[in-house]
């Protein structure tokens, strides 16, 4: 009797471990073969403190086929539930669900990035970060000086004040984020330049700069001219006489541009009109990249006072307003 019982015993533990390696065999194939997915590539963003029943549900609504309780079970065994990590994520097709929880346990996230050229308006980068996918946005509807206000800049006209260049991102981020980002780098590449700069220059402080590297940003993309427009303004301003440059008189027109500037224009007087005033505007008219900064505190030691385009990006300088004259027939027009 006690042989036969103990045969009985036997016989059960031997059943029930190869009901357990037969599961545990379905459960690692369950694990190891590919999930299926909606599209070759599926973008989805776990947000911090989910669970792993939360994450595999947010998986499932992206288009990840995956059965929460493969995934909570796998994350348990694994010793990963506790090192999944929030982030945006890329799932490819053939992952399978082990290589999906590494993935997140590795915080290996997708970026995305977004670019802001040089002499972008903050109108124009607003835009950009509205119109993109995979931010977060935090700004939609905030004045400029609500989003100065969050970012603890001191000044709530917001222009001038972020450094153009390519922020790479993780998807799901916020667009204050990436201002942020972009403020801090105009902040150390300005305090830079300014500590750097040329003595004797008739600005009082860093943001003086800034207008006028915003100016000279917009005036030319031609490297070699930079410098030499940088010193047609900072002649005219030790003569304190007007800038009279076209791009400030746009900037102040905003929207009532219609893309050719008129005798009218020039004589709409503006806080940017620097036809009709002397001196720097108020504000920086663009956000100004690092070699207009450079010219603006670097600008060439010379007599001319007048530039003029010649339509091939490059300008024509003159010391008198009679050569200027004559320059304007020349290139603008057309007079031989």
């Known amino acids: 009797m006690k042989k036969s019982l103990r045969w009985l015993l036997w016989l ?64 348990r065994l694994s010793g990963r539930d506790k090192l999944l990590k929030a982030g945006a994520y890329e799932a490819r097709a053939g992952d399978t669900l082990w290589k999906l929880l590494e993935r997140m346990a590795n915080g290996d996230m997708t970026q995305t990035r977004l670019t802001f050229p040089e002499g972008w308006t903050v109108a124009q980068m607003r835009a950009a970060l509205d119109a993109d ?8 509807g905030m004045s400029n000086a609500a989003i100065a206000l969050r970012l603890g800049l001191d000044k709530p006209d917001l222009e001038g004040l972020f450094y153009p260049d390519t922020y790479v991102f993780a998807p799901g981020s916020s667009d204050l984020d990436i201002l942020r980002r972009a403020a801090l780098a105009a902040r150390q590449v300005l305090a830079k330049a300014w500590a750097e700069r040329s003595p004797d220059l008739p600005l009082t402080d860093p943001y003086q700069a800034l207008i006028l590297a915003s100016i000279i940003e917009k005036e030319t993309g031609h490297g070699t001219d930079r410098t030499k427009i940088a010193g047609v303004f900072i002649n005219r301003l030790r003569q304190n006489m007007p800038l009279q440059t076209d791009p400030t008189v746009i900037y102040g027109l905003g929207a009532d541009y219609q893309g050719r500037l008129s005798k009218k224009d020039l004589e709409r007087d503006t806080p940017w009109n620097t036809y009709t005033r002397a001196g720097l505007p108020p504000t920086p008219i663009a956000n100004p990249g690092k070699a207009a900064l450079w010219a603006a505190l670097h600008p060439d030691h010379h007599s001319y006072l007048y530039f003029v385009s010649r339509g091939d990006g490059t300008s024509e300088f003159s010391s008198t307003l009679t050569d200027h004259n004559r320059a304007v027939g020349k290139y603008i027009l057309n007079r031989n």
């Open 133 to 140: 996918p995979h931010l977060r946005h935090d700004t939609k």
């Open 12 to 75: 059960l533990i031997l059943s029930l471990t190869a009901v357990a390696i037969a599961i545990a065999a379905t459960a690692w194939w369950g694990w190891q073969r590919p999930v299926p997915m909606r599209a070759q590539v599926v973008d989805y963003t776990i947000d911090t403190g989910s669970s792993p029943r939360q994450i595999a549900l947010t998986m499932q609504s992206a288009g990840i086929d995956v059965s929460p309780l493969a995934f909570v079970w796998l994350t």
